[in-house]
């Protein structure tokens, strides 16, 4: 099954500092909300999956991220949580999802070694970006888009909050 990323990073490709997004940017929560949520079919879903400290990170009023199917994925072989699907491995996951008919599309929506994993898996189709043009000396990398793909789309640059980023998709060459 054909999965994508998203995420944001800073202008160095880095993400996260202290666990937690260093930005607060409404526009990309929206943007993240409406790839994430949006069907082109109305009967389907869509399913997220993210590392046990993306779902740790988000508050606990916000879980699970609703109209979407929650997967977490975590080594920790006694960690459960009632809203949330949890797996030990990506490849466990995602042929789970594959067996589900109402699942329209899939993202991974975090950690860093989930990311920078599912870039150089074949079924990774493409790659949602918000760069933010600042550095904010984050401790995540992201490896960045392999050569394999394509800039498809950008947005025009935007500001929030005196933050200014723009929203890229990267699409997997034919």
């Not at 042929?95 to 079924?123: C, K, R």
């Not at 394999?148 to 200014?164: D, G, P």
Request: charged share 25%; net charge negative; glycine share 2%.
């Amino acid at each position: 099954m054909k999965f994508s990323i998203i995420l944001a990073v800073d202008d160095k490709n880095w993400f996260w500092k202290d666990w937690y997004l260093p930005w607060k940017i409404k526009k990309d929560m929206q943007y993240f909300k409406e790839k994430t949520v949006q069907t082109e079919n109305p009967n389907k879903i869509n399913a997220v999956i993210m590392g046990r400290k993306t779902w740790d990170s988000i508050p606990e009023k916000y879980r699970p991220l609703p109209w979407r199917l929650n997967f977490v994925l975590t080594r920790n072989p006694d960690y459960s949580d009632e809203w949330c699907v949890v797996f030990s491995s990506f490849e466990k996951c995602m042929e789970t999802i594959q067996l589900n008919p109402s699942v329209e599309s899939v993202f991974i929506m975090g950690w860093a070694t989930l990311y920078n994993d599912a870039l150089h898996n074949p079924d990774l189709e493409k790659i949602y970006i918000t760069k933010v043009e600042w550095n904010y000396n984050c401790d995540v990398f992201f490896d960045w888009v392999p050569e394999s793909f394509v800039l498809e789309w950008e947005s025009e640059q935007q500001a929030e909050n005196e933050i200014q980023f723009t929203f890229q998709v990267y699409k997997k060459a034919d």
